[in-house]
């Protein structure tokens, strides 16, 4: 966590202040010093935790990188829309559903080798694992 050091080095006056006070004979300051650092290990404990439950439970991408992946896939040649954009995260990696509106008129083939570009954009941009693509006629 790249804020760790600096919070460290704020909070560790706390336990020496703990221990002089208690030596000049106010004994509660050890007392108190000790339930603010518990106070402060428990908050990190608890976003820790947090974030590692997010990331299990499939949280999905900030929204300003899932604008950036539905730019990209609507910059594709033959993408003329798109709906049901899905984003998860799996480790460092993310992973994309999406359903692509293509010309109502072209061939399978057509189809398929535009879904196949979109996805590979979105792969070569972006730390994504899988783009899951599923082809629409556009209205």
């Known amino acids: 966590m790249p804020g760790m050091p ?3 080095q704020r909070r560790q006056w706390l336990s020496p202040s ?3 006070g208690n030596l000049v004979g ?10 603010i650092v518990g106070v402060f290990i428990a908050h990190m404990g608890y976003k820790f ?17 899932e604008h950036d992946i539905k730019t990209c ?5 033959g993408v003329t829309g798109l709906h049901d954009l899905k984003t998860r995260k799996m480790g460092d ?7 692509l ?6 061939s399978v083939k057509e189809g398929h080798q535009i879904a196949v570009n979109a996805r590979n954009n979105v792969m070569q941009k972006f730390n994504v694992l899988n783009v899951m693509t599923h082809i629409d006629p556009s209205h």
Do not use: C, K, Q, Y
């Not at 106010?26 to 007392?31: G, I, K, R, S």
């Not at 935790?49 to 900030?62: K, P």
């Not at 896939?73 to 040649?77: F, R």
């Not at 509106?101 to 072209?106: A, Q, S």
């Open 93 to 99: 990696l993310a992973l994309v559903d999406v359903h």
């Open 26 to 35: 106010f004994h509660a300051m050890d007392l108190i010093a000790a339930l």
């Open 18 to 20: 703990g221990i002089a």
């Open 101 to 106: 509106e293509v010309n109502g008129e072209l």
């Open 73 to 77: 896939l609507l910059a594709t040649e």
């Open 49 to 65: 935790s947090a974030d590692a439950l997010h990331d299990l439970m499939d949280r999905s991408l900030e929204p300003e990188l």
């Open 6 to 8: 600096v919070l460290t």
